[in-house]
């Protein structure tokens, strides 16, 4: 049979309307239209545990079966029958359309006992057809629901689905499968160990502690300070840092365990004596070779004597040796002096030389 709608009606000689229709027609239109399931998400037609015992809560909202339209305004709260002492059960939450008697409503429907419950088949023909708005696990000796006895299954489009559009709505079942699946994995194999962690924490924390804890955290989320690990750490110190003139102290100088390689300068000769120096200025490096107190230092003398004077020490297990000078520069005055002391001779060399004297022997 064919049909077709809508269309204005034309009386007949016999005075009686052409067309008429049912509301199974204003239905059959509709629903091609429309599919099946709850209005928007959120808290709508959600089912929830009362928190008071053995029932639970069904949230207020809209939905559409089969091209016809439900409303709940108001919380309704169903009573879940008592559980079995050995065998579990698997009961829903349903709204349901029942085409006899012309009325859509939420209901309850148990399901059966065993030791492996399945929830109770949705009916779904010519006289009734069934949305599932949630499961809920009743385990053997079950005193009071919990949230975590109910499996919210109003995404599942398999039992519900959400109205989205005029002509489709979105598959969420691939969605619903992954949440649940991951869902009872969690509750299977991590949910007992991760609560008696939480409540571990809960009998070592107290107040005062976990206000401490709290401002660790606060501490560290705020601090801009570069931290480096230790093997960074090694390379930075490893390499030489140069540091404006007069920055470090003398006590800096003689610590021979200074955090890092450094290149500087100081003019003030004060310094330099406190250090062991003679008194003047001086360009000074500093090379690290372990933290531990290992390195060694050099020592250019600047102003007057610019470049003439070159000292160097080095720290053993942080102890410095004295400053040794290692050149004065090649100036002509230490180099007359010393051509001066020296005594040159033809005669062949002998092992016994004359004390305070350099000797120099020559073939003539």
């Known amino acids: 049979m064919e049909y077709s709608t809508f269309f204005n009606s034309v009386t007949g000689s016999d005075g009686k309307p052409d067309r008429t229709y049912k509301a199974e027609d204003w239905d059959r239109h509709l629903k091609d239209l429309i599919s099946n399931g709850i209005f928007a998400g959120g ?8 928190g008071s015992g053995m029932s639970v809560v069904l949230d207020i909202g809209a939905a559409w079966i089969n091209g016809k339209h439900y409303l709940n305004d108001q919380a309704i709260t169903f009573p879940i029958d008592a559980a079995d002492g050995t065998l579990n ?3 829903r939450i349903v709204i349901r359309l ?25 009916q779904r023909d010519a006289d009734g057809w069934e ?13 009071a629901i919990t ?9 599942d489009n398999d039992v519900c689905g ?28 991590n949910e007992a160990d991760f609560t008696a962690w939480v409540n571990g924490l ?66 003030s000769p004060s310094i330099a004596v406190a250090i062991g120096l003679p008194s003047g200025i001086y360009h000074i490096k500093y090379q690290s070779y372990l933290a531990s107190g290992y ?53 062949a060399p002998t092992s016994t030389l004359a004390a305070g004297k350099l000797w120099g022997v020559y073939d003539a």
Not at 162 to 182: E, H, K, W
């Open 98 to 122: 029942d085409t006899a008697g012309r009325y859509i409503r939420a209901q309850y429907k148990k399901g059966t006992f065993a030791s492996t419950a399945v929830p109770p088949d949705l």
């Open 131 to 143: 949305l599932c708005l949630a499961d809920v696990s009743i385990p053997a000796g079950t005193t």
């Open 295 to 347: 390195g060694a230092q050099m020592a250019i003398e600047l102003g007057s004597n610019y470049g003439t004077n070159l000292y160097i020490r080095n720290s053993n297990r942080l102890t410095w040796s004295a400053w040794r000078k290692v050149s004065d520069g090649g100036l002509s005055a230490n180099t007359t002096s010393i051509a001066s002391a020296l005594t040159l001779s033809t005669a």
């Open 43 to 50: 808290t709508n037609l959600q089912v929830t545990a009362d």
């Open 147 to 155: 949230q975590a006895l109910i499996t919210d299954t109003r995404l």
């Open 202 to 267: 809960k009998d070592i924390l107290d107040d005062e502690t976990a206000g401490n804890l709290l401002n660790l955290i606060t501490s560290h989320t705020s601090d801009a300070t570069v931290h480096l690990q230790a093997g960074e750490r090694e390379k930075i110190n490893g390499a030489v840092q140069k540091i404006p003139r007069d920055t470090l102290t003398a006590d800096d100088y003689n610590n021979p365990s200074y955090p890092i390689s450094y290149e500087t300068a100081t003019n």
């Open 162 to 189: 959400i109205v989205t559009g005029l002509i489709d709505q979105v598959d969420t079942s691939t969605f619903y499968d992954q949440i649940a699946s991951d869902l009872q994995h969690f509750r299977s194999t």
């Open 89 to 91: 059960r698997a009961d």
